[in-house]
């Protein structure tokens, strides 16, 4: 088998698993609720639509929900998790020897295509973050972790669909 | 007895602090883990690399065996972990947009973020993008309202959908993710192959 470290420094992948799993159940025991990414950059937006006109972040009721009283703290929260993150993935990345500003990408495509490819699949992540009700962490993993309908509908649409189109985009990969 | 917050066991005032805390350890472990890597990432698609495979399932079985310890010895009460409602109709819908962008986009918003902290200047146009994919989604909000609330199920849990007990349910989890194991390994070694064998050695050594 692989040893502990493999490519470029990572770790086993079992190990990491074991330890996202544990760490999940820590953050149900302490707070009740999973780990989530999408539910901060939702945040920013509300934050940021209200900065830029806010008669209108009033007026949209999606987002509506964040400002005034009903103000969740779950929110606040995700904003601290993914402070934390970027701390996180940096001290990884400077220890492995991977800090470096660069557009990964295949062979066989520019760095245009790879950027405008990166720029339209995080506009349809985000869109359909708000369908799932959470992203990749907080409705596909704690969803399935808690058994939760919704989690597991979610992450088999998620892996499904890539799957299936997976051939027609493979020029952006491989 | 757990969730230590929500019982008030520990302060409310604390709560950031542990936000930052958790962060920190996501971070390490996903990057950690190569998911700062979108080549590393969507190997699964491909059959080059399965770590996301491999990290996600572990991940989730050893938390849903854990949450079943944990309520079993008394230490947390499960009837207060939160999950989400179920709205069918936009699960899918969501679940199908998401995976369009994962494919497209290379990442998916947990990766992105510990991509970005390393310098990967794509994820950072990734996250731009689902900021971006947020206000889009805010704004039309009216006109998708029916798919967003369709379908109601309520709190629905998987097992009991089945007709399965919660540990039934793991124990079935835990088997297909064995299974899941050993069968992309396999493909994994064969699809390396023959990238090698064709002279593509910079994909199969998987970024």
């Not at chain 1, 708000?130 to 993993?141: I, W």
């Not at chain 2, 009460?77 to 679940?95: K, N, Q, R």
Request: positive net charge.
């Amino acid at each position: 088998m692989d040893g502990l470290l493999k490519h470029k420094g990572y770790i086993n992948p079992y190990l990491g698993g074991i330890l996202l799993g544990l760490l999940l159940l820590f953050t149900f025991y302490i707070t009740g609720r999973g780990l989530g990414a999408s539910g901060a950059i939702k945040r920013s937006v509300a934050a940021v639509v209200y900065e830029v006109a806010p008669e209108h972040a009033e007026n949209t009721e999606y987002l509506a929900k964040y400002y005034g009283e009903e103000n969740s703290p779950l929110n606040a929260w995700l904003v601290f998790e993914i402070l934390g993150m970027l701390a996180g993935g940096f001290i990884a990345g400077a220890m492995g020897g991977r800090l470096k500003f660069k557009v990964e990408r295949s062979a066989k495509i520019t760095k245009n295509t790879r950027l405008f490819a990166a720029l339209g699949g995080g506009i349809l992540f985000g869109i359909g973050a708000q369908f799932g009700r959470g992203c990749t962490s907080g409705a596909a993993l704690t969803g399935s972790a808690a058994q939760g309908t919704s989690g597991f509908v979610v992450m088999l649409a998620i892996f499904g669909t890539a799957y299936a189109i997976a051939y027609f985009v493979r020029k952006l990969w491989i | 007895m757990g969730p230590l917050i929500p019982n008030g066991i520990i302060d409310a005032g604390w709560s950031y602090l542990v936000a930052f805390i958790i962060g920190i350890a996501f971070g390490l472990i996903m990057e950690s883990s190569g998911f700062s890597s979108s080549k590393k990432i969507v190997g699964l698609f491909y059959g080059y690399d399965f770590t996301v495979l491999r990290v996600f399932f572990t991940a989730a079985f050893i938390a849903m065996f854990g949450l079943l310890y944990l309520n079993y010895a008394e230490i947390l009460d499960l009837s207060m972990v939160y999950f989400p409602e179920t709205f069918l109709t936009s699960a899918i819908v969501g679940g199908v947009i998401m995976g369009i962008g994962f494919i497209v986009g290379g990442y998916c918003p947990g990766t992105g973020i510990v991509a970005a902290s390393i310098g990967k200047i794509d994820a950072i146009v990734f996250l731009i993008g689902i900021f971006i994919g947020i206000f889009i989604f805010s704004e039309l909000f009216p006109l998708v309202k029916d798919i967003y609330f369709g379908n109601p199920m309520g709190k629905s849990r998987f097992n009991e959908l089945l007709g399965l007990s919660r540990g039934m349910f793991a124990f079935l989890f835990v088997l297909i993710a064995v299974i899941a194991f050993i069968v992309t390994r396999t493909i994994e070694i064969r699809v390396n192959n023959k990238y090698a064998a064709e002279n593509h050695g910079d994909q199969a050594s998987a970024e």
